[in-house]
């Protein structure tokens, strides 16, 4: 299985930065806006209460995050707040940041997470990141963070943590109950004649151009249609699993078609893979939690069920991603947590624990989430009750 990293781990050595570093090629062309250069076109004007930062050589949204907003791992609210930034990869010295009036409140400095989970590219704090750069200064290779750990090994109760990785809501899934049709597919590629799936760095082709509003600059998802999902206790269709398995940027377009690279994958990449328009998926905070005991009574929060594993694994225990069918209409946020358990077999008995997840995203009736905790294997059909 091709696997072209999302992930860029802190604790990396400075040679393989500078391989990743190659994967995404910094915005051409630079432009000279006052007194500095940038690819950007900045704006001027801001609203009155705006928190807005210069930024400076050797800053990176990483450090800024942490900085600004508590926490590294949100890079991608700030990297929303500026949607001129192009590329969360390159960010210019001399170009304006807006950090937002309330960032200082979002949340008090958490500890820093241990080796192994690093986040969305370290910057200039580690050996890759989401780069501060300029002409010779280098941003960050493309990457989403894997490996981090469970909020179960991140410190003591109370403490406040990422919920999952990049790697755990890039590169897994969502379920889409509108009948959705691709507004675009990958219809070709400039290796077409000796590889049928393509990855990182590789030149695609798209079905649509000039004519449907495609242009040179635009990010995109890649993903991939799974099957039909339906209900595990009610066999009721749920909708369409779609699975995310890259990201794409515009190169140039042609009145029906355009050309594209692609910057990351999670896996092999067919022909025929959709895509729809990319946005910041930011890594949700949670808290530490003590463990339910298996004598802790049940809640009269909201239950539900597992109802898709990644991958279709079939069974799964802590840090695997899954889905479940409560969502926003049952109240449910990211960050969020769950108890799992399975009923007990014998009648009268008490449920049996399986282990407990955390909410990374949320649609209407539908959750992705990680498990953070388990004792027991862990299959679809196995239920769920909010903490």
Same mark, same amino acid.
């Given at each position: 299985?091709?696997?072209?990293?999302?992930?860029?781990?802190?604790?990396?050595?400075?040679?393989?930065?500078?391989?990743?570093?190659?994967?995404?090629?910094?915005?051409?062309?630079?432009?000279?806006?006052?007194?500095?250069?940038?690819? %950007?076109?900045?704006?001027?004007?801001?609203?009155?209460?705006?928190?807005? %930062?210069?930024?400076?050589?050797?800053?990176?949204?990483?450090?800024?995050?942490?900085?600004?907003? #508590?926490?590294?791992?949100?890079?991608?609210?700030?990297?929303?707040?500026?949607?001129?930034?192009?590329?969360?990869?390159?960010?210019?010295?001399?170009?304006?940041?807006?950090?937002?009036?309330? +960032?200082?409140?979002?949340?008090?400095?958490?500890?820093?997470?241990?080796? /192994?989970? +690093?986040?969305?590219?370290?910057?200039?704090?580690?050996? #890759?990141?989401?780069?501060?750069?300029?002409?010779?200064?280098?941003?960050?290779?493309?990457?989403?963070?894997?490996?981090?750990?469970?909020?179960?090994?991140?410190?003591?109760?109370?403490?406040?943590?990422?919920?999952?990785?990049?790697?755990?809501?890039?590169?897994?899934?969502?379920?889409?109950?509108?009948?959705?049709?691709?507004?675009?597919?990958?219809?070709?590629?400039?290796?077409?004649?000796?590889?049928?799936?393509?990855?990182?760095?590789?030149?695609? %082709?798209?079905? /649509?151009?000039?004519?449907?509003?495609?242009?040179?600059?635009?990010?995109?998802?890649?993903?991939?249609?799974?099957?039909?999902?339906?209900?595990?206790?009610?066999?009721?269709?749920?909708?369409?699993? &779609?699975?995310?398995?890259?990201?794409?940027?515009?190169?140039?377009?042609?009145?029906?078609?355009?050309?594209?690279?692609?910057?990351?994958?999670?896996?092999?990449?067919?022909?025929? +893979?959709?895509?729809?328009?990319?946005?910041?998926?930011?890594?949700?905070?949670?808290?530490?939690?003590?463990?339910?005991?298996?004598?802790?009574?049940?809640?009269?929060?909201?239950?539900? %069920?597992? &109802?898709?594993?990644?991958?279709?694994?079939?069974?799964?225990?802590?840090?695997?991603?899954?889905?479940?069918?409560?969502?926003?209409?049952?109240?449910?946020?990211?960050?969020?947590?769950?108890?799992?358990?399975?009923?007990?077999?014998?009648?009268?008995?008490?449920?049996?624990?399986?282990?407990?997840?955390?909410?990374?995203?949320? #649609?209407?009736?539908?959750?992705?989430?990680?498990? &953070?905790?388990?004792?027991?294997?862990?299959?679809? #059909?196995?239920?769920?009750?909010?903490?």
């Amino acid at each position: 299985m091709v696997r072209a990293t999302f992930a860029v781990l802190a604790v990396l050595c400075v040679s393989w930065a500078t391989a990743e570093q190659a994967d995404t090629l910094p915005p051409r062309p630079l432009h000279k806006v006052g007194d500095h250069w940038t690819p %950007y076109d900045p704006p001027t004007e801001f609203a009155p209460d705006a928190n807005v %930062y210069i930024i400076q050589k050797g800053d990176t949204l990483w450090a800024l995050a942490k900085k600004n907003l #508590g926490n590294p791992y949100l890079w991608p609210q700030l990297w929303e707040k500026n949607k001129y930034i192009r590329d969360a990869h390159w960010i210019y010295p001399g170009d304006p940041l807006v950090i937002g009036v309330k +960032a200082v409140e979002v949340s008090p400095p958490v500890p820093t997470p241990a080796a /192994g989970a +690093a986040g969305a590219g370290a910057g200039r704090e580690g050996a #890759g990141g989401i780069g501060a750069g300029g002409e010779g200064a280098a941003g960050a290779g493309a990457g989403r963070e894997s490996g981090a750990k469970s909020p179960s090994a991140e410190g003591p109760a109370g403490t406040l943590v990422p919920a999952g990785s990049e790697d755990d809501i890039y590169c897994f899934a969502y379920l889409d109950d509108q009948n959705a049709r691709p507004q675009l597919t990958m219809t070709s590629a400039e290796q077409i004649e000796y590889s049928s799936t393509f990855s990182t760095t590789d030149i695609v %082709y798209l079905s /649509g151009g000039e004519a449907e509003g495609v242009k040179a600059g635009q990010d995109y998802f890649i993903v991939q249609p799974v099957r039909k999902l339906r209900h595990p206790a009610t066999n009721a269709v749920l909708g369409l699993v &779609i699975r995310y398995v890259g990201h794409a940027r515009v190169l140039c377009t042609q009145d029906h078609s355009a050309t594209a690279e692609i910057l990351a994958s999670c896996d092999a990449i067919p022909l025929g +893979a959709w895509l729809k328009p990319f946005e910041p998926l930011p890594i949700p905070m949670t808290v530490v939690t003590k463990p339910v005991e298996r004598c802790d009574p049940s809640s009269t929060k909201a239950r539900g %069920y597992i &109802i898709y594993t990644r991958d279709d694994t079939v069974t799964v225990g802590q840090d695997h991603s899954v889905m479940i069918d409560l969502g926003e209409a049952d109240q449910l946020t990211p960050g969020s947590q769950a108890i799992i358990y399975s009923d007990n077999p014998v009648a009268g008995a008490p449920r049996i624990l399986l282990g407990e997840l955390a909410i990374l995203t949320t #649609g209407s009736h539908w959750a992705t989430a990680k498990i &953070i905790r388990s004792q027991l294997p862990i299959r679809v #059909g196995d239920r769920v009750e909010l903490k």
